[in-house]
């Protein structure tokens, strides 16, 4: 159950000020990171071990994760996953939002990553050509990846799962939260795990950038009730302008039908004296 406190606490960090304290940041990069890839939006869903990771709920009903447990969280996760050496550990990830981020990830890094589909088997069966053996695996969705968790679990190696609010937790040994349904927060994700295990194992080679691991530009969006009250604002201005210029232009055309008309009746006089008959003496 999310207490007052948190929900106290990811307010205050919606709004940077100077008084901001310390336990209220984010440890691994800005807050406008996870606003920008929609990282701490959630599913309709909230099963009851991730319950306590969310917020809040939209109108819509989506829910919304804490974003500075977010962030603590992906922060114990990679502290875990730092503990692995490259050939030491698997990433399996199912899901086609995270291929791009998962197979930069793999590049960078040289760990074996499974996408698109996971061999079953390939952990427990020793007669498969294809059999490995690892320390560790690390799934995108505990629900997609279940193959690759039930062998995990048969080998008796550690899990670390990457969970939406829709997720189970109880088979995972180390839990990250986080949107794990889009490209842009799957993007941010690896982004941050490449990052932090190239330091931790001095692998020396020039970091994409989030954008690239995204794959499109991010933007960090108006908020939605700003944005109307800019645009009604806007619309009420344009309104008062277009008003005060059809009185103004009111005005001009009476000042020159006014104008038209006493030209008219100088001209009528003119005529009526040029006609008048002569006066004798």
């Given at each position: 159950?999310?207490?007052k ?26 807050l ?12 309709k ?14 109108l ?8 500075l ?11 875990f996953?730092k503990q692995?050496?490259?050939?030491e550990?698997t ?11 998962a197979?930069?990830?793999?590049e960078?890094t ?7 589909k ?12 294809d059999?490995i053996?690892?320390k560790?695996?690390f ?9 690759a ?18 997720n ?23 982004w ?11 692998i ?20 939605r009730?700003k944005?109307?009250?800019r645009?009604k ?11 005060i ?6 005005i001009?055309e009476?000042?020159d039908?006014?104008v038209?008309?006493d030209?008219?009746e100088?001209e ?14």
């Amino acid at each position: 159950m999310v207490t007052k406190k948190d929900e106290t606490k990811v307010k205050e960090t919606l709004v940077e000020t100077p008084e901001t304290k310390k336990e209220d940041q984010t440890i691994l990069t800005p807050l406008e990171d996870y606003i920008k890839t929609a990282s701490y939006l959630g599913t309709k869903v909230i099963t009851p071990t991730m319950r306590k990771y969310v917020y809040r709920r939209r109108l819509d009903g989506l829910s919304i994760l804490n974003t500075l447990l977010v962030d603590k969280k992906l922060a114990e996760g990679i502290d875990f996953i730092k503990q692995f050496k490259p050939n030491e550990w698997t990433l399996v990830c199912k899901r086609e939002a995270g291929w791009r981020g998962a197979k930069m990830f793999s590049e960078l890094t040289g760990v074996r990553t499974f996408t698109k589909k996971y061999p079953s088997g390939v952990l427990t069966n020793t007669i498969l050509e294809d059999f490995i053996e690892t320390k560790m695996i690390f799934v995108c969705d505990p629900w997609l990846d279940k193959n690759a968790l039930a062998d995990a679990r048969k080998v008796r190696i550690p899990v670390v799962g990457l969970c939406d609010t829709n997720n189970h937790t109880a088979n995972i040994d180390v839990v990250m939260i986080g949107n794990n349904k889009s490209n842009k927060s799957m993007g941010l994700f690896f982004w941050l795990m490449s990052r932090e295990y190239m330091k931790a194992h001095n692998i020396d080679k020039p970091l994409p950038s989030l954008e690239d691991f995204v794959g499109e530009k991010l933007v960090l969006e108006e908020p939605r009730k700003k944005r109307m009250a800019r645009e009604k604002k806007e619309s009420e201005l344009k309104t008062g302008e277009s008003a005060i210029e059809e009185k103004m232009r009111a005005i001009a055309e009476k000042a020159d039908e006014a104008v038209k008309d006493d030209q008219g009746e100088e001209e009528k006089e003119s005529v009526s004296v040029a006609e008048a008959p002569e006066q004798g003496v």
